[in-house]
């Protein structure tokens, strides 16, 4: 690997380019000002597309009649830093130690997109042109939703015509092994408020007379779920596609112990899930309720002897083909109600959503992307469904008509959402074969 692409990676790698905080808006616009400059140089026309909130990197090159289009996206925007006390070195001030290099942003999705740009690069200045029409979007709202990714491509669908989109953002089974995933569960999400009294009030003149709305909480969130781990909400699974044999029997085979690498990475003794079905068949094809996040009540230290007024939580549920966020909304919202203790209220409000995707991974785009996926880590690779959303996925099949090759190149061990994020250089080289691969692949 050339000395300098270490430095444009930690380059990119220093911006503090996280979407969610508006104090970082002009961080986000110079770091899509440095992608305009980099995809500049290489030889690619290149504009900055204001959006509402961030804007988006679109870069070409000259497209020429009777070759295949492809759609390459990553996002340039990353994850909130905290908690930085965690970080063993600070989050946007790169580290490589061992071969991995340790930033925010380093595997999601910054060190993908620019093995992309590079792989791209290296390619023009070999053969001076590349093999295939080729549109880069790099957006930078992905961390939080995508909101204006849909409307750019509804108004420049004309323009963004093309075949195929290729997208690394996702991740590889285990070092070495390359990997395509073929879906991805889908994702919506609620808050629940419990509403008791109209303050909080002293627990030992009102206790025992007065509903405690974080009991109330309680008791309602422990209906979620039967003692097997199966989410309890009538109708919750009546769309639910079964797993076809082919998967259950590919899985199975896969050169990893995933029960032992989940124990591993997140340091718990016992594995548990629905009923009947392993850790990668939860993860990648079944759906979930879960509880984000809880709070009420006196939360400082010592005692402080209150009623609390109210208490909330936050739920998502993941969604797998073929069930539809709206309806599964609506049959949570009736769960609670129907399950809410007496002397308390609830207040429901619905939260961001996105849908589940799956592609063929035998059809000839899935193959051509199996066979640079071989060139790329020589070794077969590997066919998962992945248990995370990418939103934009579905929206490119809506609004352009494609299907979408994901190919990531992100460790199990990536921390990436978490403190001391990491990426190995021998993934960035890999991304840099594999965007040579592939193009060469989907010239064909």
């Known amino acids: 690997m050339r000395d300098n692409y270490l430095e444009e990676y930690y380059s990119f790698l220093r911006f503090p380019s996280v979407s969610t905080d508006d104090k970082y808006k002009e961080k986000l616009v110079e770091c899509a000002n440095w992608l ?259 709070g009420g009540g006196y939360q400082g230290q010592g005692t402080k002897t209150v009623i609390p007024s109210h208490a909330f939580a936050k739920l998502t549920f993941r969604l797998v083909p073929e069930q ?6 609506e049959l949570a919202k009736t769960h609670l109600e129907k399950n809410l203790p007496k002397g308390v209220t609830m207040d429901v409000t619905t939260g961001h959503s996105g849908p589940w995707y799956l592609t063929d991974p035998h059809s000839a785009m899935g193959e051509a992307a199996q066979r640079a996926l071989r060139k790329a880590f020589n070794r077969d690779a590997a066919l998962i469904r992945e248990g995370g959303s990418i939103p934009i996925v579905s929206e490119f099949r809506e609004i352009l008509g494609i299907e979408t090759l994901l190919m990531g190149l992100a460790l199990p061990d990536c921390r990436a959402h978490s403190p001391n994020e990491n990426f190995p250089l021998e993934n960035f080289e890999g991304g840099i074969r594999l965007n040579k691969a592939i193009m060469e692949e989907l010239a064909h």
């Open 36 to 294: 305009v400059n980099k995809l500049t140089r290489i030889g690619l026309r290149t504009q900055l597309v204001p959006t509402k909130r961030h804007p988006i990197v679109w870069a070409r090159n000259e497209h020429r009649p009777g070759r295949p289009t492809v759609l390459i996206y990553g996002h340039y925007d990353v994850q909130p830093p905290d908690p930085l006390d965690l970080w063993d070195s600070p989050p946007f001030e790169p580290v490589l130690k061992n071969g991995y290099v340790f930033a925010r942003g380093a595997t999601d999705n910054k060190g993908q997109i620019l093995s992309h740009i590079l792989g791209i690069q290296e390619t023009i200045e070999e053969h001076r042109e590349l093999p295939v029409n080729v549109h880069l979007v790099i957006e930078g709202e992905e961390e939080i939703g995508s909101a204006n990714l849909g409307p750019f491509l509804n108004q420049n669908r004309e323009a963004l015509k093309c075949d195929v989109a290729v997208v690394s953002d996702t991740g590889m089974i285990a070092r070495g092994v390359p990997t395509m995933s073929y879906g991805l569960r889908g994702v919506t999400a609620l808050e629940v408020k419990v509403i008791g009294p109209k303050m909080d009030l002293h627990s030992g003149v009102f206790g025992g007379a007065v509903a405690n709305p974080i009991t109330a909480l309680a008791q309602l969130l422990a209906t979620l779920h039967d003692r097997e781990g199966r989410v309890a909400i009538a109708g919750f699974y009546d769309r639910v596609t079964p797993l076809e044999e082919w998967e259950r029997d590919a899985w199975r085979k896969l050169p990893v112990d995933g029960d032992k690498l989940i124990r591993e990475e997140t340091g718990v003794s016992e594995l548990f899930g629905e009923a009947g079905y392993n850790s990668a068949e939860r993860i990648w094809a079944r759906p979930t309720a879960e509880i984000n996040g809880i």
């Open 324 to 329: 539809r966020g709206e309806e599964i909304l």
